[in-house]
């Protein structure tokens, strides 16, 4: 496609990937929607500048009918606007999750396999996908990791416009004359994340003024920084011992109670489990037992052990 002039919205896209690349070729994930949209148009352009490679990928689920249609016509109009697309298949599989986090791990799972030599995989989240991730994470209770949202890079994936407002993508699509793909899902307040967008985010932002979602994914970046330096220094396989759990600050012991739980067996472990847990050591009157998905947990003679558990059908 003849590309347009690039008006200020493309330009803002256009140098949020220039700062994201470091040189390598280019896999985009494209879904169709605006934020990938113009993440496409803009990887042509750093390709055009650059000389580097770069395709896309678009993943079809599989999970509504027509899907494999729409997923080609995504990869032809992202052929059109000069980049190679192709589009792969994935069987979703839900096991003990959620259908959308079974449709998210496909996903991964397929674009991890099309990595060709020394690619990157770009995504489109944005900042306004970071702030909503961070009001979720704070109601959910799950501790510092879940406030800490998406990082910008995490093994070959990088997130180029987490920093950009979604109004400026659709706005890079209207320069570009791109028509983007509104998926139902993301009207669909059944999910608390399209709450959270149609109705909680622009409350805070009216009420509190501009600037809240930067706030909140600032506050990604900082509770990430927090995070990865308590995780760095909580001791690995340290023993079940009360005292010495006792002795180490809350958040230190609440990250060695999770590990070890994992390591026994546990199935998940959330934030009530690792409290309930950390209860046995702090706060012990003789309890009889914690449970947690897949164990038991006791305190015996000062030591924390596990007794594996299966509930009883009627307790399930
Ligand atoms: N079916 C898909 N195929 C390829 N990449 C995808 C697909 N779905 C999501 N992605 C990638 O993950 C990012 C975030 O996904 P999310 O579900 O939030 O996006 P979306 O609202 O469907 O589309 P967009 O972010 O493009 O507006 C997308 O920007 C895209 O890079």
Same mark, same amino acid.
């Given at each position: 496609m003849a590309r347009r002039a690039l008006g200020p919205a493309t330009l803002a896209v256009v140098q949020a990937v220039e700062a994201a690349h470091e040189g390598e070729p280019v896999l985009v994930a494209c879904s169709g929607g605006a934020d990938s949209l113009a993440l496409a148009v803009a990887v042509t352009v750093l390709a055009s500048r650059t000389g580097c490679a770069a395709r896309a990928v678009v993943v079809d689920h599989? *999970? @509504?009918? &027509?899907s494999a249609e729409h997923s080609e016509r995504v990869a032809e109009q992202v052929r059109e606007l000069g980049l190679p697309a192709e589009v792969a298949t994935v069987t979703v599989t839900a096991g003990g999750q959620g259908p959308e986090a079974a449709a998210r791990d496909a996903r991964y799972d397929a674009l991890a396999a099309a990595f060709g030599a020394g690619e990157r995989c770009y995504l489109g989240h944005t900042l306004d996908d970071q702030a909503e991730t961070v009001l979720l994470g704070l109601a959910r209770g799950s501790g510092l990791r879940s406030i800490a949202?998406? #990082?910008?890079?995490r093994d070959r994936f990088v !997130? #180029? *416009?987490?920093? *950009? !407002? !979604?109004s400026v993508t659709r706005q890079a699509c209207r320069e570009q004359g791109v028509s983007w793909w509104d998926d139902p899902h993301n009207d669909d307040d059944r999910f608390a994340r399209v709450r959270v967008r149609q109705s909680v985010l622009p409350v805070l932002e009216a009420e509190l003024g501009p600037g809240v979602a930067e706030g909140l994914a600032r506050t990604a970046d900082l509770a990430r920084y927090d995070a990865d330096a308590l995780d760095a220094l909580t001791p690995t396989g340290?023993? #079940? $011992?009360c005292t010495v759990l006792a002795g180490l600050a809350p958040a230190v012991r609440h990250r060695v109670l999770r590990a070890w739980l994992l390591a026994q067996g546990a199935h998940e472990v959330n934030q009530r489990h690792v409290l309930a847990v950390a209860a046995l050591v702090t $706060?012990?009157? &003789? @309890? !009889?037992w914690v449970e947690v998905p897949g164990l038991r947990v006791l305190r015996r003679a000062g030591v924390l052990v596990v007794e594996p558990h299966r509930p009883a059908v009627a307790d399930r």
């Open positions: 599989g *999970l @509504q009918p &027509g949202g998406m #990082p910008a890079v !997130r #180029p *416009l987490l920093g *950009l !407002r !979604r340290a023993p #079940p $011992d $706060d012990w009157h &003789g @309890q !009889r």
